[in-house]
């Protein structure tokens, strides 16, 4: 007669099964966003490639962010880029929620969401607010420029493109740019180190950055408000420069000595007129 399985034994190998599974999960978790943060550099990396491939094909200027109404049927990076991309998951980080909290009600239900956001970087300079970015809103209320040349960038290789941004969408500014402006960024926190916080704006602390958005709910939308509106693994955010390469790096590296005035951002990698 075989002898069965006692139910001491039993309990002691579901036990170790337990511990094994314990000890597994976490690593098939992490290995489960490396891939993705992997899958996600190599998309903001070909975004990149297409836009200076369109940049060559129009006197080596990059698009310009979007239209004076920011609604981006009537121009903006994402369109024009679509002939050299024709893809749309090259657009989203498989990370991304894909969350419509930030969505106006008015969005036809087929927009879709996108992953990554254009540097278009807005500064007070002293006088009034100045570009700084590399793809640019056709705003009124700045001076421009709304439309930057490859030439005019001196340093190509630490000069952000793109950067991962979650809970954008493909049909209004909001959703591909990334300006620094209080209004923007879902209202995000900035501060101007000599001076005071705009109205509704938090400095940027440390502390959880949340935004309530359109439908009453809040989304918390980075653990650390320093990283701005990008999107990050861990502490890293995907970033794409301007001469075509990707990397990944802390959010708070790209700009870590923020000054007021544009022309003393020597490490402002969001600030294309430094020299």
């Known amino acids: 007669m075989k002898k069965a399985f006692t139910l001491i034994e039993l309990l002691v190998v579901i036990a170790i099964i337990a511990i094994l599974a314990a000890i597994l999960f976490p690593v098939f978790a992490q290995a489960k966003a490396a891939a993705k943060k992997t899958s996600s550099l190599s998309n903001i ?10 940049s060559g094909d129009y006197d080596d200027v990059f698009p310009f962010g ?76 700045y001076g421009g420029p709304y439309t930057v040349s490859q030439t005019q960038v ?41 001076g005071t916080p705009p109205p509704g704006a938090a400095a940027r602390n440390g502390s959880p950055y949340t935004v309530t958005g359109v439908n ?30 990707a990397k990944t790096m802390n959010p708070i590296a790209t700009n870590p000595a923020e000054q007021y005035q544009p022309n003393l951002d020597t490490q402002n990698m969001w600030n294309y007129t430094r020299d």
């Not at 894909?98 to 278009?120: D, E």
């Not at 500014?173 to 900035?190: N, Q, R, S, V």
Request: net charge neutral; aromatic share 16%.
């Open 45 to 54: 990396k070909q975004t990149a490639l297409a836009t200076l491939i369109y």
């Open 154 to 194: 001196n340093r190509v290789a630490d000069t952000v493109m793109f950067a991962s941004h979650y809970y954008g969408n493909n049909i209004w500014g909001m959703g591909g740019l990334i300006c620094g402006a209080p209004f923007w960024d879902f209202a995000g926190p900035t501060t101007h180190p000599q």
């Open 216 to 245: 009453g709910s809040t989304v918390v939308v980075n653990k650390d408000n320093r990283f701005g509106s990008v999107a990050v693994y861990e502490n890293q955010g995907i970033f794409a420069f301007t001469d075509g390469h």
């Open 66 to 141: 979007s239209g004076n109404d920011w609604y981006y049927p009537n121009g903006s990076w994402i369109w024009s880029t679509q002939p050299y991309i024709k893809s749309y998951p090259m657009l989203v980080d498989p990370s991304d929620p894909k969350s419509k909290a930030f969505w106006p009600t008015w969005f036809p239900t087929n927009a879709l969401s996108i992953s990554y956001a254009a540097n278009s970087v807005i500064k007070w300079n002293g006088t009034g607010n100045q570009v700084v970015g590399v793809i640019n809103m056709q705003q009124s209320w």
